[in-house]
T-cell receptor, first 118, second 115 residues
Framework: GAVVSQHPSWVICKSGTSVKIECRSL??????MFWYRQFPKQSLMLMAT?????????EQGVEKDKFLINHASLTLSTLTVTSAHPEDSSFYIC??????????????FGPGTRLTVL | AQKITQTQPGMFVQEKEAVTLDCTYD???????LFWYKQPSSGEMIFLIY??????QNATEGRYSLNFQKARKSANLVISASQLGDSAMYFC????????????FGSGTRLLVRP
């Protein structure tokens, strides 16, 4: 199988605080993981590509200093939303592939994290 | 231009009947992959089926099949014998060899299966 977990599944925080979301590949190693954001009734928008041992690559319009990504190992990537504000409230979902260096590789998704900023 | 276009915001289908969800794509890359994912109300993204640009045969996975028409740049998903549990959002997506293997999604189609 190819299982990806995310923690927490939901989080409520106060405006101005930081929130960390973990994404783990449970039964395979992932050199590359991806972070997406999904607003209600909309599609997934890629935020950044997380590469193990190197800096993440952010999509245009995504603030690097606000959305900190760390890919510390082949099975773990974290997304930290710094100084969160209500407009950051969204569904964040990660994905990983077994061989993300191959464009034919299937990406498997975590269950997502619903962030609500009060 | 949109990389992936899904023109059906919503679809109804009667239980046990087949349904086709449309997807057209736009790429100048010769090497690409097309994916369909299902997203139930719980939010998880479930991989359904994959079609490579060089695959000559249409992909099939159980009740899911992909009607791949390369010249028309379409990759429609066919679900046979619809079940109530098929009610969900369905997303078509593409990866391109020249684009760092990023997965680009369409806007999705909401499918409702009627009993």
């Amino acid at each position: 199988g190819a299982v990806v977990s995310q923690h927490p599944s939901w989080v409520i925080c106060k405006s101005g605080t930081s929130v960390k979301i973990e994404c783990r590949s449970l039964d395979f190693q992932a050199t590359t993981m991806f972070w997406y954001r999904q607003f209600p009734k909309q599609s997934l928008m890629l935020m950044a590509t997380s590469n193990e041992g190197s800096k993440a690559t952010y999509e245009q319009g995504v603030e690097k200093d606000k959305f900190l990504i760390n890919h510390a190992s082949l099975t773990l990537s974290t997304l930290t939303v710094t100084s969160a504000h209500p407009e950051d409230s969204s569904f964040y979902i990660c994905s990983a592939g077994k061989d993300a260096g191959d464009f034919t590789d299937t990406q498997y998704f975590g269950p997502g994290t619903r962030l609500t900023v009060l | 231009a949109q990389k992936i276009t899904q023109t059906q915001p919503g679809m109804f289908v009667q239980e046990k009947e087949a349904v086709t969800l449309d997807c057209t794509y736009d790429t100048s890359d010769q090497s690409y992959g097309l994916f369909w994912y299902k997203q139930p109300s719980s939010g998880e993204m479930i991989f359904l089926i994959y079609q490579g640009s060089y695959d000559e045969q249409n992909a099939t996975e159980g009740r899911y099949s992909l009607n791949f028409q390369k010249a028309r740049k379409s990759a429609n998903l066919v679900i046979s014998a619809s079940q109530l549990g098929d009610s969900a959002m369905y997303f078509c997506a593409i990866t391109e060899k020249d684009s760092s293997y990023k997965l680009i999604f369409g806007s999705g189609t909401r499918l409702l299966v009627r009993p």
